[in-house]
């Protein structure tokens, strides 16, 4: 966390909201990348993204930097709202830690003929995680396209990393086997 | 360690899902503008200060009950404590029977010419009194043997043994003990008559 982003949250704390736009120009994008995994109606990803952002203003305070970067904390909120939001609307969530968890079947979204060239593997893969539970498509979304470990991802979803990794494996290995590689 | 099929896969999902992050589309202009919207009533909850547990109350109040319970409380019978202390007070007030014995020192045979004045010695183990009878005092004093002898029979004589009926052993101890001295006595007297007949 930078200077600057220490400083905001200071004065934001202290009532003076504008700073903040800042930060929301800064980790917006981040937040509605890990919403949209979990929300496909684009409407929703942005009211729920906006709604991530008036929480975490509200709770600034409980904000401790020493425990977790800014972006962190805000893909932790962002998590937890998706995921009642997807409970609101009747969905069962599978916990990540579960470690008899095995993928559903792919064989579903497989070709007859093997796909040859990389690009349609790539859409195959594409299908493939379109098919894939919200939390793990959010947690493929946070290790492939964000970058961040396991450690951090495990802190997002507030599971052990442990199971998180072995899930994550099996979920690699059911990909690679229905894309043919 | 990873496979050749570890690294394809996590590269096709790197491109997977940087292709899907793409079709998102960008947040509105205006997206800070409304939550900035939003935010205008509020203000972030003040900061809670973490509560501490203080543990000295109870630790204080602990202490309480534990003097209560102590100082308080009925005093447990002391009828079987009642004999040790007995015999405690009973120790306490016999004296000490460590009194200075004096015995003579026997002489080694080169000192005997010398006719030195025989130093006592002094004895601080009463227990072992009861030794003190069977050595043999003079064996190693160039002096009479018959008369020492005599002296020892009649000495052994003299000692009284402890009285049965006599339930204080400290008492039957100091009996003996004024036995033993008197008996020191005349032994060394006449162990002095010896030694200036030579």
Same mark, same amino acid.
Request: charged fraction near 30%.
């Given at each position: 966390?930078?200077?600057?982003?220490?400083?905001?949250?200071?004065?934001?704390?202290?009532?003076?909201?504008?700073?903040?736009?800042?930060?929301?120009?800064?980790?917006?994008?981040?937040?509605?990348?890990?919403?949209?995994?979990?929300?496909?109606?684009?409407?929703?990803?942005?009211?729920?993204?906006?709604?991530?952002?008036?929480?975490?203003?509200?709770?600034?305070?409980?904000?401790?930097?020493?425990?977790?970067?800014?972006?962190?904390?805000?893909?932790?909120?962002?998590?937890?709202?998706?995921?009642?939001?997807?409970?609101?609307?009747?969905?069962?969530?599978?916990?990540?830690?579960?470690?008899?968890?095995?993928?559903?079947?792919?064989?579903?979204?497989?070709?007859?003929?093997?796909?040859?060239?990389?690009?349609?593997?790539?859409?195959?893969?594409?299908?493939?995680?379109?098919?894939?539970?919200?939390?793990?498509?959010?947690?493929?979304?946070?290790?492939?396209?964000?970058?961040?470990?396991?450690?951090?991802?495990?802190?997002?979803?507030?599971?052990?990393?442990?199971?998180?990794?072995?899930?994550?494996?099996?979920?690699?290995?059911?990909?690679?086997?229905?894309?043919?590689? | 360690?990873?496979?050749?099929?570890?690294?394809?896969?996590?590269?096709?999902?790197?491109?997977?899902?940087?292709?899907?992050?793409?079709?998102?589309?960008?947040?509105?202009?205006?997206?800070?503008?409304?939550?900035?919207?939003?935010?205008?009533?509020?203000?972030?909850?003040?900061?809670?200060?973490?509560?501490?547990?203080?543990?000295?109350?109870?630790?204080?109040?602990?202490?309480?009950?534990?003097?209560?319970?102590?100082?308080?409380?009925?005093? *447990?019978?002391?009828?079987?404590?009642?004999?040790?202390?007995?015999?405690?007070?009973?120790?306490?007030?016999?004296?000490?029977?460590?009194?200075?014995?004096?015995?003579?020192?026997?002489?080694?045979?080169?000192?005997?010419?010398?006719?030195?004045?025989?130093?006592?010695?002094?004895?601080?183990?009463?227990?072992?009194?009861? *030794?003190?009878?069977?050595?043999?005092?003079?064996?190693?004093?160039?002096?009479?043997?018959?008369?020492?002898?005599?002296?020892?029979?009649?000495?052994?004589?003299?000692?009284?043994?402890?009285?049965?009926?006599?339930?204080?052993?400290?008492?039957?101890?100091?009996?003996?003990?004024?036995?033993?001295?008197?008996?020191?006595?005349?032994?060394?007297?006449?162990?002095?008559?010896?030694?200036?007949?030579?």
């Amino acid at each position: 966390m930078t200077e600057m982003e220490t400083q905001i949250i200071q004065a934001a704390l202290q009532g003076q909201a504008q700073g903040y736009r800042f930060l929301m120009n800064r980790y917006g994008r981040q937040v509605q990348l890990l919403v949209a995994q979990w929300v496909t109606d684009m409407r929703d990803v942005e009211e729920l993204t906006q709604d991530v952002f008036v929480r975490a203003f509200e709770h600034l305070s409980d904000y401790d930097p020493e425990r977790a970067s800014f972006g962190t904390w805000l893909s932790c909120i962002a998590h937890n709202m998706a995921l009642n939001h997807l409970r609101s609307q009747g969905y069962e969530s599978l916990p990540l830690n579960e470690e008899q968890y095995s993928p559903p079947d792919a064989s579903q979204w497989a070709q007859d003929d093997e796909a040859s060239s990389e690009a349609e593997r790539l859409a195959l893969l594409d299908k493939a995680i379109d098919n894939l539970r919200p939390e793990e498509r959010s947690l493929l979304h946070m290790r492939y396209y964000e970058g961040h470990s396991l450690g951090e991802i495990a802190e997002v979803m507030e599971v052990p990393a442990g199971p998180l990794a072995s899930r994550l494996q099996r979920i690699r290995q059911k990909l690679s086997k229905l894309i043919g590689i | 360690m990873k496979t050749t099929t570890d690294n394809h896969i996590d590269k096709l999902l790197h491109e997977a899902m940087k292709q899907r992050a793409a079709k998102v589309p960008p947040l509105a202009d205006d997206f800070a503008d409304k939550v900035l919207g939003s935010l205008g009533s509020l203000t972030p909850r003040p900061l809670q200060k973490k509560r501490e547990l203080k543990f000295w109350p109870l630790v204080v109040a602990a202490c309480m009950v534990g003097f209560v319970v102590i100082f308080l409380a009925p005093p *447990k019978s002391t009828e079987e404590q009642q004999p040790l202390a007995l015999e405690e007070s009973e120790v306490v007030e016999q004296p000490d029977v460590a009194e200075v014995v004096e015995q003579p020192v026997p002489e080694t045979s080169d000192k005997s010419d010398k006719a030195e004045p025989i130093k006592p010695r002094k004895v601080h183990k009463p227990h072992k009194l009861s *030794k003190f009878v069977e050595e043999p005092l003079l064996a190693e004093a160039e002096v009479n043997a018959s008369h020492l002898e005599e002296i020892e029979r009649g000495a052994a004589e003299d000692v009284h043994p402890i009285h049965p009926e006599m339930n204080d052993p400290y008492l039957a101890i100091m009996e003996q003990m004024k036995d033993i001295r008197s008996r020191g006595e005349r032994v060394r007297q006449e162990v002095a008559q010896l030694i200036d007949r030579h």
